[in-house]
């Protein structure tokens, strides 16, 4: 067995403890927390020197969750201007998202994946567009579930969009590590029924949504117009799938 302790430690299950104390067996299992040494010596019935108990300053915690990561653009850092708005970030990504040599693609992957462990992060729900990332997540020791996403906005790309994320799902679950996955929407907006229909077929054990991360979004689903709407229409997607009805997306949004 091994005692950790720290100014304060984080046990989740109960408020924070001043100079707790965290018992691992060998293999760095967590087995129990203490709030001092009496408790654990109580508790385990034995007499633990307060020389054996490894003692840091600072705070103790389980590894964090980033709950939702963009892997495959880690790239793109600082590459896109901010208060864009949403209809002005997505111009900027679509432009800038192919840039950059395959090599250099993945150095910018391995380096956020050596910040995120540095930073404390043990686990990532990671949204993947293409299959980039996918080899890197078979070495890695973070623990990942990703997120294939899908948007078609129009049931004329449905099919391609749907076997494109098939094909990707068969390629992630014959990673030997990390090969958790599941189909995901991108957006109320960027789905139609027709795919909302197949993603919930799927039966997905998580999904990962963008919703409502504008006011432009509120005001295409309520009123049928709006920034997002002239975006989208610009670009040669009418958004035919989508009918207002006077009511903010998170109560139109489909039940699929
Ligand atoms: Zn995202």
Redesign the pocket.
Known sequence: MKFYSADIVFPICSTPLKDGIVVMDNSGVVIDVFENIAFLNNALQIQIEPSVIEKFHGILTPGFINS?C?LELSHLKGRISKHNKLTGFIKELISVRKQGENEEVLDAIKSAEKNMFNDGIVAIGD?SNTSITFPIKNESDLLYHTFIEVFDLSELNTEKTWNTAKELEGMLKSNNRNSKCSISPHSPYSVTPFLFQKINKNKASLISI?NQETESENILFETGSGDLKSFFEATGNNLVHIKANGKIQYRTMYHY
């Open positions: 939702h963009h949204i963008h």
